[in-house]
């Protein structure tokens, strides 16, 4: 079993909302991924954990706060976001880093 | 620097067409990785190959082929016999298992195929 589910499917918010996104996957792998996808483009890394540990941050901006809980679990907290955030946010999972990637569905964000 | 090149930004093709989509890429790096994704209308990345850069043997899965060629830098992928149902964008990408390249993706910059009936 291949998948990673995502929570929203889609999600609307105003600036000055507070809001989570959140990545679930059961196969087992330690390494979790968020990126950021907006149209027509492909998708841009944000965030990389490992053994639930903060890898790598591509520089996004702190109204951008993810969390992995567990193993199993990733979270991308949202607080304070422009308009220009409004994209299609994708959640991967890989047995360890440097390794296939697999994406879930993705959430649909819209920022008003 | 590691770089993927997509040139086609769009194909158009008939029904039962052949369609073969290009992937040039760049990298410093002695072993890497390839892959191919495909993104339908509906968002989700779904995972097609994962070549490594060691095995440079030609792969068929059903109607689609690929065709590493190291010499070239090139890793291009068909599909027989297109049908409407491979209509998306489809997405080649490297990844670098070693120094500041490990663990991320490098994408092209992806091409659309549009399949008519």
């Known amino acids: 079993d291949t998948e990673v589910t995502q929570t929203p499917k889609h999600l609307v918010m105003g600036m000055t909302n507070k809001k989570s996104l959140k990545c679930e996957q059961h196969?087992?792998?330690?390494?979790m991924y968020w990126y950021k996808q907006k149209a027509k483009k492909p998708p841009e890394l944000m965030f990389v954990?490992?053994?639930?540990?903060?890898?790598i941050n591509e520089s996004v901006p702190s109204r951008f706060s993810p969390e992995c809980p567990n193993s199993s679990l990733l979270n991308l907290h949202l607080h304070a976001l422009q308009p220009e955030d409004s994209a299609l946010y994708l959640c991967?999972?890989?047995?360890?880093?440097?390794?296939?990637?697999?994406f879930g569905p993705g959430t649909r964000l819209t920022v008003l | 620097a590691q770089k993927v090149t997509q040139a086609q930004t769009e194909i158009s093709v008939v029904e039962k067409e052949d369609v073969t989509l290009d992937c040039v890429y760049e990298?410093?790096?002695?072993?890497?990785?390839l892959f191919w994704y495909k993104q339908p209308p509906s968002g989700e990345l779904v995972f097609l190959i994962r070549?490594?850069?060691?095995?440079?043997q030609n792969e068929i899965s059903g109607r689609y082929s690929w065709n590493f060629q190291k010499s070239t830098s090139s890793f291009n992928f068909t599909i027989t016999a297109s049908q409407v149902v491979d209509s998306a964008v489809y997405f080649c990408?490297?990844?670098?298992?070693?120094?500041?390249?490990?663990?991320?993706?490098?994408f092209g910059q992806g091409t659309i195929l549009t399949v008519h009936p």
């Open positions: 991967a999972s890989s047995t360890r880093e440097a390794d296939t990637q697999y």
């Open positions: 196969m087992g792998h330690r390494a």
């Open positions: 954990y490992s053994y639930e540990k903060l890898s």
């Open positions: 990298t410093r790096d002695t072993t890497y990785y």
């Open positions: 070549r490594n850069s060691f095995d440079e």
């Open positions: 990408a490297l990844l670098g298992p070693h120094g500041t390249s490990y663990g991320k993706l490098t």
